[in-house]
């Protein structure tokens, strides 16, 4: 509907009835345009207006100023539900009984939603582009952003994985065994992201797991405590944890071997260790 009134307004069409068929109304201003010259940039131009009337509102404020864990959840949640995110937003806790029971889908653009990338300004124009061209209206899009924000709001303010993970890169590289492991974080976004950046794959993975508290919180205090007994047992054996710094390639060639030995990088380099050892002559003591 937007098109067709800017065509009116913009080309002098004088506007018919109502159930006028949309298809009479382009075909009038393809007549208009290939008649007069100053037209060419129209498309151009009609578009701009689209999507400034989308943002007008100041619904999609918060993608400009959110920060990267914010953008990170945003984009996965809204890839899992892109075929009813106003649904998947929609629980008691967050909006009245009427408007549960009577909301309609809302379809978030699958074109705008196609791809995963790393980069904080694409994943920013991601999730504007997904609304934009989404067949919401600005009312359902300015409802379902309202939603989202308050949604994150209460994820955020969670700190406990947050402040669990460090730096620390066993203790990073640990968690994300124990949980793919355990069959959690399978997720093939979450896969990619930790490819990555593994600490915010973590952290991004439980704040997807908001959907659902109990499972959360379980799985928090079973990943700490296994996480304790880990280390108690290391220390019993004489294993110390190390932490050293490699290069992106080498990082990832040491995360691909691992991936296709089916071992941890703890395992993997030290049987590297032990085979080139074994190479030079050094006598290994178990």
Same mark, same amino acid.
């Given at each position: 509907?937007?098109?067709?009134?800017?065509?009116?307004?913009?080309?002098?069409i004088?506007?018919?009835? &109502?159930?006028? /068929? =949309?298809?009479?109304?382009?075909?009038?201003?393809d007549?208009k345009?290939a008649?007069?010259?100053?037209?060419?940039?129209?498309? $151009?131009?009609?578009?701009k207006?689209?999507?400034n009337?989308?943002?007008?509102?100041?619904?999609?404020? !918060?993608? $400009?100023?959110?920060? =990267?864990?914010f953008?990170?959840?945003?984009?996965?949640?809204?890839?899992?539900?892109?075929?009813?995110?106003?649904?998947?937003?929609?629980?008691p806790?967050?909006?009245?009984?009427?408007?549960?029971?009577?909301?309609?889908? $809302?379809?978030?653009?699958?074109?705008?939603?196609?791809?995963?990338?790393?980069?904080?300004?694409?994943?920013?124009?991601e999730?504007?582009?997904?609304?934009?061209?989404?067949?919401?209206?600005?009312?359902?899009?300015?409802?379902v952003?309202?939603?989202?924000?308050?949604? !994150?709001?209460?994820? /955020?303010?969670?700190?406990?994985?947050?402040? !669990?993970?460090?730096?620390?890169?066993?203790?990073?590289?640990?968690?994300w065994?124990?949980?793919?492991?355990?069959?959690?974080?399978?997720?093939?976004?979450l896969?990619?992201?930790?490819?990555?950046?593994?600490?915010?794959? &973590?952290?991004?993975?439980f704040?997807?797991?908001?959907?659902?508290?109990?499972?959360?919180?379980?799985?928090?205090?079973?990943m700490?405590?296994? !996480?304790?007994?880990?280390?108690?047992?290391?220390?019993?054996?004489?294993?110390? =944890?190390?932490?050293?710094?490699?290069?992106?390639?080498? $990082?990832?060639?040491?995360?691909? &071997?691992?991936?296709?030995?089916?071992?941890?990088?703890?395992?993997?380099?030290?049987? &590297?260790?032990?085979? /080139?050892?074994?190479?030079?002559?050094?006598?290994?003591?178990?």
């Open positions: 509907m937007f098109y067709i009134n800017y065509l009116q307004e913009n080309l002098g004088k506007k018919g009835s &109502l159930l006028e /068929e =949309p298809v009479l109304i382009f075909q009038r201003a007549e345009i008649s007069e010259r100053g037209h060419s940039d129209l498309a $151009k131009k009609m578009k207006a689209f999507i009337s989308r943002k007008e509102n100041g619904a999609l404020d !918060w993608v $400009k100023e959110a920060e =990267p864990r953008l990170y959840w945003a984009l996965i949640f809204m890839k899992k539900h892109k075929k009813d995110i106003h649904g998947a937003l929609s629980r806790m967050l909006i009245d009984r009427p408007n549960r029971v009577g909301r309609k889908i $809302k379809t978030i653009s699958e074109k705008e939603l196609n791809d995963l990338s790393l980069d904080i300004k694409r994943i920013r124009e999730i504007e582009n997904s609304f934009i061209f989404s067949e919401m209206s600005n009312t359902e899009v300015e409802d952003n309202k939603l989202l924000v308050e949604e !994150w709001l209460e994820i /955020e303010s969670d700190k406990r994985i947050v402040k !669990w993970i460090t730096d620390n890169e066993i203790q990073i590289e640990w968690a065994d124990y949980l793919t492991y355990q069959h959690f974080f399978r997720d093939r976004l896969r990619f992201l930790a490819k990555s950046d593994k600490k915010q794959a &973590l952290i991004t993975g704040d997807l797991l908001s959907e659902n508290l109990d499972k959360k919180d379980l799985l928090i205090l079973n700490k405590r296994a !996480w304790s007994q880990k280390k108690f047992r290391d220390k019993k054996s004489g294993k110390k =944890p190390y932490s050293i710094s490699l290069t992106e390639t080498a $990082k990832g060639m040491l995360d691909e &071997l691992a991936d296709r030995k089916g071992m941890r990088i703890n395992e993997l380099v030290e049987t &590297l260790i032990r085979e /080139e050892g074994e190479r030079y002559g050094f006598e290994i003591k178990d």
